[in-house]
């Protein structure tokens, strides 16, 4: 499994600037018994990050506004999720935020990889199945 405590993480400069700014206000919004672990992965991921111009994004890597689907390894069960900030959420029932224990656990990741999320029930294991980057919640 790849390391992801050094993984690259590629984020634009405008949404580097919103976890940035957002990072303390949200801790507020996230349930208690995953609000320091989510911060610290995204200040993690922040502090890591290569910023890139909305010209150079990388497709192929799970980032700020990719769709995305996983499978659940244990059950299979497929999901489709686009990985959005906050302030974005009203787009699709599908949209995850950064702040999710999933949405911060898949970022920078690509198809094939497998990743382990811990949320309120227990911990999943799920592998990512297709990226794809369509940019301001898959809307044209």
């Known amino acids: 499994m790849p390391d992801k405590k050094n993984r690259t993480i590629y984020i634009t400069e405008s949404d580097y600037k919103f976890i940035k700014q957002h990072l303390d206000f949200f801790y507020y919004f996230i349930p208690p018994n995953n609000a320091l672990e989510i911060i610290m992965k995204c200040e993690n991921m922040l502090d890591r990050a290569i910023i890139v ?4 994004i990388v497709r192929d890597v799970i980032m700020i506004n990719s769709q995305f689907t996983v499978s659940e390894v ?12 906050p302030s974005t959420t009203k787009c699709s029932q599908r949209n995850l935020s950064i702040f999710s224990p999933l949405g911060s656990a898949v970022i920078g990741f690509r198809v094939g990889d497998v990743i ?5 029930e227990c911990a999943k294991k799920y592998i990512i199945k297709s990226i794809m980057y369509e940019g301001n919640c898959g809307l044209k």
């Open 53 to 56: 111009t909305k010209k150079h």
């Open 74 to 85: 244990k059950s299979g069960v497929e999901r489709d999720f686009i990985l959005t900030l």
């Open 116 to 120: 382990e999320c811990e949320d309120s």
